[in-house]
């Protein structure tokens, strides 16, 4: 009777091991199949939260707020050009006290000229902006800005040249050389006081 019971004993022992072995691969396969459509809609969230809208520029007329007559004892600090996602930057910065000055922005045909002289200026590029503030860029007294007047960007495409026109009676000019006429946009910011234009790239 003892011998029977003990052969009775060991046949469930090992049954029971091999049930516990079976399952084991199920598990297994249950977890992996669950991470991959995880893995998957997370690159699909990524892609799609990177498109950016570009704003459709559609102004190529005259642009000025306060011109004529809103003189300013602003000078000029800097003159520089920058690179949007969706457009390229000409930056008008000023310095010093007092309001923001008059401004007036357009394209005009070649041949430019100088302010006040009237002699012509060559510009590269073949279309052109102009930008008038009624502030000086330096003033009699020498101050403001101390950069050079002729300015071939090399951080832009689309812009190809930048170049003083007029320094005179508390008005300055500037002509911005373009590849071609583009859609732009004029803002004014501050800390510290900007006229910015932005071009268009498209």
Known sequence: MRRWCAVLLAVMVVACGD???ASLPTTTTTATTTAEPSTTSAAVTTTTTTTIACPVFTETDIQSEGFPGRL???VGADV???VQPCSERFVFELQ???EFPGWWVRYEAAALTDDPRGEPVDVAGTAFIVVTVESWMTNMEGEGYQGPTRIAPTNVSHIKELVML???ESVTLWAIGLDRQRPFEVTTLDNPPR???DIAKA
Do not use: M
Request: proline content about 0%; cysteine-free; glycine content about 28%.
């Open 19 to 21: 049930d516990q072995s």
């Open 72 to 74: 300013s004892g602003l």
């Open 80 to 82: 520089r050009t920058g």
């Open 96 to 98: 010093g006290t007092g």
């Open 166 to 168: 007029g320094n005179f």
């Open 195 to 197: 006229l910015v234009i």
